[in-house]
């Protein structure tokens, strides 16, 4: 093992940042396009005190604006070291690092625990996955759906969620029973209890559902729906299993809080690579019950069946959480690295203190269109409790908003003006729910993200940037 330390060591020593980016295969291309010098984060403050005390998102290039979280995040400095050290010990001595090291190990027993404390829950409950679409998959696939199951999702899902369910349902039948979102004209202004009651009526076509399949903050509008609702809203309608996509959530809000908890869900699948500000390729499945079991539940993506189908004689069961861990070789770097952004998290005054600061600046966004445009917002602005770090809004004529522009070619050609003046939002498309039920027709708006690194200053840049090109609509 000394060997490798030293190994270790002569390769810090050789490679230079630089050196190391070419080496992960980042081309000159995208370090002119995308990565900076370390001091050039200097002028984006977080309120009074520079956010990083730590360490820094020192890549993103002080005079670009990334509002766009949702889709993917940055990394801290820290970080971006954690990732790099341990790739290059992993390179030094291969078979250790995968039999026996600690961090990098394929049994990952020290970053499950690590995850797991950060969530508030038990290291047998934490499975690490690549994404979030893996974790859907290993659950809704591994669930014992049968013909004729029902399943209750809504028409504002991610794919990841729904792909799966529609193989069971070509493959055995399982009936899903969609339920469409309320217009945006109507969604902007309502409650969270109008808005589960409207989303899942205690009628009996939901009541005695084997799942309900939802997310947690939705990519679409930036509704959140907290968890204590919705296992609540589960019991009511005799839901068997609550399944909540997180890809929105992890990093955005505090998922250890009451309201909140993951623990309200049987399972909840998120990654670490968005508002985390983690590394591409990582992720984490909570399971509830970590003793499931077949027939109940069969593993998937997992190299250990016969231990988890097998119980002791004492009728303790191999947990599933560990069963689904071990599958060949998976990105333990990126989870070593995705426990050190868990514990930036941690070091800047914890996950409720990033939630406060990620809202604060929403709602500056969410305020500005308001004041201007209050019929072109989608996201909920009245209810507290619905909102989250994503605000979507159809774009206008500055002249003329009162009437929203819905069509993909404007909602693209604001983001790709707004990204010449160096600010990254995104469009994103959203069911006409004026529409039939399974349309697939689209409208389309402007989805702002603002994530921790982001400033109150930065926003202000948007908001001129945004007024200017509206103009020239």
């Known amino acids: ?92 001595n291969p078979t250790w690092s995968y039999e026996l090291d600690q961090e990098l190990g394929k049994r990952q027993e020290l970053n499950r625990t690590q995850v797991a404390r950060f969530l508030g829950v038990g290291k047998d409950n ?12 290993m659950t809704i696939m591994g669930l014992n759906f049968r013909p004729n199951d029902k399943v209750i999702t809504t028409n504002h899902e991610h794919p990841a969620m729904i792909s799966p369910l529609q193989i069971l349902q070509a493959r055995q039948g399982l009936r899903l ?22 989303l899942f009526p205690n009628t009996p076509a939901l009541r005695g559902a084997k799942a309900l399949c939802v997310s947690h903050v939705y990519p679409t509008s930036g509704v959140r729906l907290p968890l204590q609702a919705l296992r609540e809203k589960a019991e009511e309608l005799n839901i068997s299993y609550l399944i909540v996509d997180g890809a929105q959530a992890m990093g955005m809000i505090d998922l250890s ?33 970590a003793d499931i079991r077949p027939p109940e539940f069969y593993p998937v993506f997992s190299q250990r069946m016969g231990k988890y189908s097998d119980c002791d004689d004492d009728h303790s069961c191999f947990p599933i959480a560990k069963a689904l861990q071990v599958r060949g ?28 600061h990620i809202l604060s600046l929403s709602r500056e966004v ?66 006409n729910a004026d529409l039939l039920k399974h349309s697939s027709e689209k409208v389309y708006a402007l989805r702002v993200s603002t994530g921790y690194f982001n400033s109150v200053e930065q926003v202000g840049i948007l908001k001129n940037a945004l007024q200017e090109v509206l103009k020239g609509i």
């Open 1 to 92: 093992m000394q060997s490798s330390k030293t190994s270790t060591s002569n390769h810090k020593t050789f490679l230079s940042r630089r050196a190391f980016l070419k080496t992960a295969g980042l081309s000159s291309t995208a370090i002119a396009g995308g990565l900076a010098t370390k001091g050039a984060f200097a002028g984006n403050a977080l309120g009074s005190a520079a956010p990083g005390k730590q360490c820094g998102f020192y890549q993103l290039p002080g005079d670009f604006v990334y509002l766009n979280s949702g889709t993917e995040g940055s990394m801290p400095e820290c970080v971006l070291t954690n990732l790099q050290n341990n790739l290059l010990k992993w390179a030094s």
């Open 126 to 137: 934490i499975c690490l996955t690549d994404n979030t679409t893996m974790g859907l998959s």
């Open 329 to 356: 070789c998976s990105n333990t770097p990126g989870f070593a690295a995705m426990v050190r952004a868990m514990e930036f998290v941690e070091a800047e005054g914890g996950a409720a203190h990033i939630e406060k």
């Open 366 to 431: 969410k305020n500005f269109v308001l004041a201007r445009a209050p019929s072109c917002i989608i996201s909920p602005h009245v209810d507290t409790v619905l909102l989250s770090g994503l605000t979507t809004f159809f774009p206008f004529r500055w002249d003329r908003p009162e009437t929203p522009l819905t069509d993909k070619k404007t909602a693209d050609r604001v983001v790709k003006e707004l990204l010449a003046r160096k600010i990254q939002i995104r469009s994103i498309g959203i069911p």
């Open 257 to 289: 809080s009451r309201r909140d908890s993951i623990e309200n869900c049987d399972f909840y699948s998120c990654p670490g690579h968005k508002w985390l500000n983690g590394p591409p390729s990582t992720g984490l499945l909570y399971i509830r019950n």
């Open 177 to 198: 029973e969609t339920q469409s979102f309320p217009s945006p004209a109507l969604l902007g202004r309502m409650s969270m209890q109008e808005l589960l009651d409207t």
